[in-house]
Structure formats: structure tokens, C-alpha cells
């Protein structure tokens, strides 16, 4: 998005420097990373960035009213409302598409968010290495509000052991060396100096949790979540495992509620200018005469899963349950990132987090994706180059 600090970089790209810094990636936890790093880092004006974080207090706003349970409560299928609720997401992450105006202007808008973790461990041993391998000059930065990569694990670290002994914190996953992301458990471990635990393997006696730790039966006092309810409903032969709809005694980092509360379901709630028109397909009065420029979307799915990217009036008439959809309005992705063939679309998300305490979440990190598929997701690019992960480095 800025010429001269993408002109430099393709200038002095070659495969041998991005076959070195893969490696240097892979060397984190050899055969853990398990989707493709893009060959660039993304570039990104002081402008751009205002916009993109100025669209998220306005989000903010909504999240902090005190009516925001009320209006997002059936967002919460029943079969997973998990008591025991915090009073806040402890992680926010708002996914931003770069794309094309009416006028050709380049603008963010808002493609979903989610209250629930990312790589976020990952992410800083990622800026590092991507940061020298790209050269980036000093005037910018992966880090937003003044944090550095020390400052943002010590706030991580805060967030998520609280005042808890490190044994006693678990990072919960469904068969998490299966996960694409496993790569950011292990780095989380290197972090926290906490375990991986797969719900299969979760103990449980009256109202405590327990876990094998290192052969020793040990109380859970606190969840760091990766697990999607979504993902576990689709697993099966899990034979008997742990109903996490039950009053457990531990606490929630992020409580699995606000999965569901912030989400593509709070979307029709926005009304600002990089968010995209939202309407919750069953509050519909009458279908748009212009459905090619639409997309339909479950709300209760993740990674694209479900998508009905060019819709028909037959694809809204099928629709059984309408009031677990969404009809949002297309977006134009820029083809904005140069590389040696075509050029690549970008989206960025922005990490938010919130810690105890805090009036509203916080603006710290990010990670972005490339793609040149019809949309954002590795299933969509698969066999091409200069797609995948990566960070953006904000203009200061």
C-alpha cells in the first residue's frame, strides 16, 4: 500500500531469502506449522490504520452498552451456553478486508470479529523474524498504542494466568495436535509455561477439573479457550467427554459465550462506514432486487464454512432456519499487494484485548492474510504464491 516500501521490497526479493525465512518460521516447532506464510509483509499508511481503529471504538461502543447481552442474547445456541459468563471479552479480534470504494479509493471494511483468541503467541515470534527478514525501516510497526513484543506477552501473560500458578491454567483444544494453529500452542507454552490439554483428555469429580500433568492428577483453575463449538459439533467418535455446559469451578479466558456475542451475529447492530450493511436474513421484509451484490452467511460457522458468496433468490428460499443467517453487503477487495504474477488481496485483523479492570478493550497487535482465491482462507489459494500469512507494519 506504500509504494516505496513495496518497491524496495519486491526489488530485493528472492526465492532464497523466503526459503530462509520459512525455515527460520518452522524452526520455531519443527513440523507444527501447518499453513503457508505469505512471502511479504504488508505495508500500511497512518490513514488507513485511523480508519480501521476509529471503526473499531465505534464497534467498542456497542460491545461496552449496557444492553449489549440483552440484544445479543440469541446469539447463544442453547446447546452451548456455558454458565458462569464474564462481565467482558478478554480478547477481541476485528478482521478488516482492504477494498475499493465507488470512487477507487482504497478503505477498510469490516468483514467479521470474533471475541475469541487468534496466533497470538505466534504472532509476536512471527513479527521478529519478519521484520528482519523484510527490512522494515523504523518508522513502522507491527505493534499498536505504544507496545512492544515484551510489553505485549507481559499483558498476554497478565490476561490469561491472572493470579494463577502456571500448572494450574490450561489451553483447551479438541485434538489439538490435528489443529492448523498448533504451532501457536506450543508458542503459547514457550510464553505462559502452560499445557495443551484436548477435552478428551479433561477430568472431572463433583465441580472441579483436573488434568494428567506430567503423570500427576492436577486442578484447572483457569481455561485459556481455543476450542469452537462449532469445530467440536462436527467431530465424531469422542465417545464420552466433559459437558462444558455445566457449572464448573473455573474461569473462562475467553468465556466461550462471547464467541457467539461478538461475532458476525452482532454485525446488523453497526451502523459505520467500513462496516458493510447487515441484515439478519429473518428481520428481512423483502429480498434486495440486487442479490449479486450480497452474501449470504451462517452465523454459527467459522473459516468461510457456509459461505453463499454469489446469492440467488433459490439460495435464500432454502434457507430453513433464517434466523441464524446473515444477507451482508459485498465488498470489493483490492487487488492491491504487487507480486511477480497477479496482484494479491489483503485483509488485516487487529487485535484487541481486555484486561481486568479496563473500561473498554485495547488496540495492541495484529496479523494479516494474503489472497488471490475468491476468498480469504488457505482452502481458497491453495497452489499459488505471495498467499498467506503474514503482518502488517503501521505507519507510525
Known amino acids: 500500500m506504500q509504494k516505496e516500501l513495496r518497491d524496495a521490497f519486491n526489488k530485493n526479493f528472492t526465492q532464497e531469502k523466503y526459503k530462509a525465512y520459512v525455515d527460520e518460521l518452522e524452526g520455531l516447532h519443527p513440523g507444527t506449522l501447518d499453513f503457508r506464510n505469505a512471502e511479504t509483509p504488508i505495508f500500511i499508511p497512518k490513514e488507513f490504520t485511523k480508519k480501521m481503529l476509529d471503526a473499531c471504538e465505534d464497534i467498542i461502543d456497542i460491545i461496552i452498552a449496557p444492553n449489549f447481552k440483552e440484544l445479543t442474547e440469541r446469539s447463544l445456541p442453547a446447546e452451548v451456553h456455558v454458565p458462569n459468563e ?109 499445557k495443551t490439554v484436548c477435552l478428551t483428555k479433561l477430568i472431572g469429580e463433583g465441580n472441579q477439573l483436573f488434568y494428567e500433568n506430567d503423570g500427576k492428577k492436577t486442578p484447572v483453575k483457569r481455561i485459556y479457550n481455543r476450542l469452537i463449538f462449532d469445530d467440536l459439533h462436527q467431530q465424531t467418535g469422542l465417545g464420552e467427554i466433559i459437558d462444558l455446559t455445566l457449572p464448573w469451578d473455573v474461569e473462562w479466558i475467553p468465556h466461550p459465550n462471547w464467541f457467539y456475542r461478538i461475532s458476525k451475529y452482532t454485525l446488523p447492530l453497526i451502523d459505520n462506514p467500513y462496516v458493510p450493511p447487515t441484515f439478519y436474513l429473518s428481520d428481512l421484509k423483502e429480498i434486495p432486487h440486487d442479490l449479486e451484490n450480497y452474501v449470504l452467511k451462517p452465523l454459527f460457522s467459522f473459516a468461510g464454512m457456509g459461505v453463499v458468496i454469489d446469492v440467488t433468490k433459490e439460495d435464500i428460499d432454502k434457507v430453513t432456519d433464517p434466523k441464524n443467517w446473515i444477507l451482508q453487503r459485498k465488498v470489493k477487495y483490492a487487488d492491491v499487494i504487487e507480486t511477480p504474477d497477479i496482484s494479491a488481496k489483503a485483509e488485516i485483523r487487529l487485535f484487541y484485548f481486555w484486561k481486568d479492570g479496563w473500561e473498554r478493550p485495547l488496540a495492541v497487535h495484529n496479523l494479516s492474510r494474503l489472497s488471490k482465491g475468491k476468498m480469504i482462507g488457505t482452502r481458497y489459494n491453495a497452489d499459488k504464491a505471495w498467499v498467506g500469512g503474514t503482518v502488517a507494519f503501521f505507519e507510525r
Not at 470474533?114 to 527478514?133: E, K
Not at 490476561?159 to 506450543?186: C, H, M, S
Open 86 to 194: 464474564r462481565g467482558h471479552a478478554a480478547f477481541i479480534a476485528f478482521d478488516f478486508g482492504i477494498c475499493e470504494n465507488a470512487n477507487g479509493t482504497l478503505e477498510p471494511q469490516l468483514i467479521e470479529m470474533q471475541g475469541f483468541p487468534t496466533l497470538f503467541a505466534f504472532q509476536a515470534f512471527h513479527t521478529a523474524i519478519t521484520r528482519s527478514y523484510a527490512n522494515v525501516p523504523s518508522t513502522h510497526d507491527a505493534y499498536l498504542n505504544g507496545y512492544t513484543e515484551a510489553t505485549y506477552l507481559q499483558l498476554l501473560k497478565e490476561i490469561i494466568l491472572g493470579d494463577a500458578n502456571p500448572e494450574n491454567v490450561i489451553l483447551l483444544e479438541i485434538y489439538p495436535e490435528q489443529q492448523k494453529t498448533r504451532v501457536d500452542f506450543y508458542c503459547t507454552a514457550d510464553v505462559l509455561g502452560i
